[in-house]
Every structure is written in C-alpha cells, then in structure tokens.
C-alpha cells in the first residue's frame, strides 16, 4: 500500500503562487506516474497536471497551462505542484494520485493509490 500525503494548500489572493507537495511512502517511488487532481464543490474531480516516471514527460490541463507546473524529486519521493497566476476559479481540494504504468493518464480511475487532498482557496 503507497501512502500519499499532500501539504501547502491554503487561502491566497488571485494573482498570488502556491507550491504544493506530495510525499510518498513507497519504497520506489520512481516507478509511479504521479498526477495531481482537484475537485471544486459540487463539481466532479478533474485531472490538473501529470508526470512520468522519470519526470521527462508532462501534461497539463488547458484551463492551467502555463501557470502550473509539475515536478517531481525521486530522491525524496515528493512530487510538487507550483502554482503562479491562481485564480478565483482554481479554489478547490488537491489530491495527487499515482498509478503504475508507463502513461500519464488524465482519467482518475487509471490512477491506484489518492492522497487525502488539501484545500486551496483562491480569494479575489
């Protein structure tokens, strides 16, 4: 069973950064892909941002591109969310997610093992 454990959620201004960190518990965090989600109140959990193994690869949701990005530390099995440019629209729980395989999925059920999320709210 991998543990994922999420922290540096909270309240900012619009406009303002956040980076978000995901620590893992599995012995070998490097055979994860790992992805973050959020899900807004009364909306479905929707796919954010993803990274492969080695962190060659990524994928981003068009609604953040350009202002997320995702990277991850092997070393530390921590992978990280930085968030710049947030908007009111962006306030949500974050949950990262892994899953084994090869491909960065943007479907949650492709993904094995969830964090229990972290609350970002975005005041405008």
């Known amino acids: 069973q991998v543990q994922l454990v999420e922290s540096g959620g909270g309240l900012v201004q619009a406009g303002g950064s956040l980076r978000l960190s995901c620590a893992s518990s599995a012995s070998i965090f490097g055979i994860y892909v790992m992805g973050w989600f959020r899900q807004a109140p009364g909306k479905e959990r929707e796919f954010v941002a993803g990274i492969s193994q080695s962190g060659g690869l990524t994928d981003y949701a068009d609604s953040v591109k350009g202002r997320f990005a995702i990277a991850r530390d092997n070393a530390k099995n921590t992978v990280y969310l930085q968030m710049n440019s947030l908007k009111s629209e962006d306030t949500a729980a974050y949950y990262c997610?892994?899953?084994?395989?090869?491909?960065?999925?943007?479907?949650?059920?492709?993904?094995?093992?969830w964090g229990q999320g972290t609350q970002v709210t975005v005041s405008s």
């Open positions: 997610a892994a899953r084994m395989g090869t491909i960065v999925e943007r479907n949650t059920a492709k993904y094995d093992y």
